[in-house]
T-cell receptor, first 114, second 116 residues
Framework: GQQVMQIPQYQHVQEGEDFTTYCNSS?????IQWYKQRPGGHPVFLIQ?????EVKKQKRLTFQFGEAKKNSSLHITATQTTDVGTYFC??????????????FGKGTLLTVNP | KAGVTQTPRYLIKTRGQQVTLSCSPI?????VSWYQQTPGQGLQFLFE???????NKGNFPGRFSGRQFSNSRSEMNVSTLELGDSALYLC???????????????FGEGSRLTVL
C-alpha cells in the first residue's frame, strides 16, 4: 500500500536556526497536506498543496510540492520556541484523491533551544 | 464556531473490556473520520463515515467498529480490548465539495485510552 516517509524523525535546533523536514510518497499524490501537533495536543492543519512544483509561504514557513508530486518539504526560517511540535505530512490514500482517508508520515519532532 | 468535540478525553480500561468513544463534528460537517495515534505506528486511519455510511475502513481488526448518527455525530467502539489498543484516538471532521473531501481535516483533542 501507499507509504509516506518523513525525515528526519527528530530535529533539535537553537532558536533562530532554520529547520527543514522532508516528505516522500511511494505514489503520486493529488495533493499533500501538512499538520502541526504541539506536545499534548492534536494535529492542526497548516496548508494544502495541489499543483506540481507549488510553493506556498506562511510567514516564516515555506512549503514546497515536488514536480513529480511525490515529495514535499517544509522549511522554517529563524525558528522560535513557538515552533516546537511534530510536523506531519499527509496524502490521500485512495487514487480518487479524496482527503477523507489520509496516509500520514511518522512526523518530525522539532525541539527548539531558547 | 465550536470545534470537534470528543468524549471522554481520558479513560482507563482493562484487557477484555470494551470501550465506546464519541465525536461531535463541527456544525455542518458531514464527514467524520477516525485515526489511531501511537508512538510506534503514528497516525493510522481507522474508518470514515458520511451520511451514516461507512465509506472506507483501515487495516484494523473487526474489534474496531463505528457508526454515525443522522446528526453526524459518530461513535467508535473497541471490543475485547488488548494492551496494544492503548493509544490516542482522534476524530476529524471535514467539509465536502459534493461528496468528496478535498480540503483539511479538523481534528478533535482526542480520547486517550489506556488498557491495563
Amino acid at each position: 500500500g501507499q507509504q509516506v516517509m518523513q525525515i528526519p524523525q527528530y530535529q533539535h535546533v537553537q532558536e533562530g536556526e532554520d529547520f527543514t523536514t522532508y516528505c516522500n510518497s511511494s505514489t503520486t499524490l493529488s495533493n499533500i497536506q501538512w499538520y502541526k501537533q504541539r506536545p499534548g495536543g492534536h494535529p492542526v492543519f497548516l496548508i494544502q498543496l495541489v499543483k506540481s512544483g507549488e510553493v506556498k509561504k506562511q510567514k516564516r514557513l515555506t512549503f514546497q510540492f515536488g514536480e513529480a508530486k511525490k515529495n514535499s518539504s517544509l522549511h522554517i526560517t529563524a525558528t522560535q520556541t513557538t515552533d516546537v511540535g511534530t510536523y506531519f505530512c499527509a496524502g490521500p490514500a485512495n487514487s480518487g484523491g479524496s482527503n477523507y482517508k489520509l496516509t500520514f508520515g511518522k512526523g518530525t519532532l522539532l525541539t527548539v533551544n531558547p | 464556531k465550536a470545534g470537534v468535540t470528543q468524549t471522554p478525553r481520558y479513560l482507563i480500561k482493562t484487557r477484555g473490556q470494551q470501550v465506546t468513544l464519541s465525536c461531535s463534528p463541527i456544525s455542518g460537517h458531514r464527514s467524520v473520520s477516525w485515526y489511531q495515534q501511537t508512538p510506534g505506528q503514528g497516525l493510522q486511519f481507522l474508518f470514515e463515515y458520511f451520511s451514516e455510511t461507512q465509506r472506507n475502513k483501515g487495516n484494523f481488526p473487526g474489534r474496531f467498529s463505528g457508526r454515525q448518527f443522522s446528526n453526524s455525530r459518530s461513535e467508535m467502539n473497541v471490543s475485547t480490548l488488548e494492551l496494544g489498543d492503548s493509544a490516542l484516538y482522534l476524530c476529524a471532521s471535514s467539509r465536502l465539495a459534493g461528496a468528496v473531501v478535498t480540503g483539511e481535516l479538523f481534528f478533535g483533542e482526542g480520547s486517550r485510552l489506556t488498557v491495563l
